[in-house]
C-alpha cells in the first residue's frame, strides 16, 4: 500500500494532457451541440454554474481552468483519499 500512496502522491497531469484533454471536451461539447435535448441540458447546466447564460460561454469557461487548477484539485482529492485510508 505505501508505493501506491507515494505514486499517488507524485501524480500530475502535463502540459500536453492538460491540452489534449481540453480539445477533447471542446469537441465532445461541439459534438453535443448537434443533439436539442443536449443543448437545454447544458444551457441549464451553465445557468446554475454560472448564473447567466448570456455572458460567459462554455468555451470561454473551459479557458479559465489552468493546467495549475487541475493540478491543485488531484492533489485535494488524493489528500483527501488519504484521510480515508
Do not use: C, R, W, Y
Not at 499517488?8 to 502535463?14: G, Q, S
Not at 461541439?30 to 443536449?38: G, V
Not at 479559465?64 to 484521510?83: Q, T
Amino acid at each position: 500500500m505505501p508505493a501506491v500512496i507515494d505514486a499517488l502522491k507524485n501524480l500530475t497531469v502535463t502540459d500536453e494532457e492538460f491540452k489534449a484533454a481540453k480539445k477533447a471536451l471542446k469537441v465532445d461539447i461541439a459534438e453535443q451541440s448537434l443533439n436539442p435535448t443536449a443543448v437545454v441540458e447544458a444551457m441549464g447546466a451553465h445557468a446554475l454554474i454560472v448564473g447567466d447564460s448570456e455572458t460567459t460561454s462554455t468555451d470561454t469557461l473551459i479557458e479559465m481552468v489552468s493546467l495549475a487548477d487541475v493540478n491543485v484539485g488531484i492533489h485535494f482529492k488524493i489528500s483527501n483519499l488519504m484521510i480515508l485510508i
